[in-house]
């Protein structure tokens, strides 16, 4: 990427039970490249596990999740972000799945966030 970019983040919560898992469909509002994720939680550093996956509804109604966006689960250690492989471009209205796994005995809520990079041509 060349030219003009601006930064670009999604915000999101998980609030689970004790050792609880919950998945959550995020609708993308624009057009992006993602490059990083970070996430924390109200409970233990390294108290959730996290995945995030593209997902496509099939003509039959099931739900295929299409990638793996991360490589590696994420920690909940809210230390620092963790950066993708590549940057991965999504669009406007793309669906991604978020999985959460609480692995505290205690009811947790998770927060994570979505960094990337808008550039002007894809969002004029």
């Not at 030219?3 to 469909?25: C, E, R, S």
Request: glycine residues 8%.
């Amino acid at each position: 990427l060349q030219g003009d970019l601006y930064p670009y983040f999604f915000v999101f919560n998980h609030v689970m039970g004790a050792q609880q898992t919950d998945d959550q469909d995020i609708t993308l509002d624009s057009d992006a490249y993602l490059i990083s994720v970070e996430g924390s939680a109200t409970r233990d550093t390294g108290s959730f596990r996290a995945q995030f996956y593209e997902v496509v509804d099939t003509q039959s109604g099931l739900r295929h999740m299409r990638t793996g966006i991360n490589d590696l689960s994420l920690v909940g250690t809210g230390q620092y972000q963790r950066f993708l492989n590549h940057p991965h471009k999504v669009t406007a209205g793309e669906v991604l799945l978020s999985r959460c796994l609480n692995l505290s005995s205690v009811a947790n809520t998770v927060q994570i966030v979505i960094f990337g990079v808008k550039h002007w041509q894809l969002n004029p």
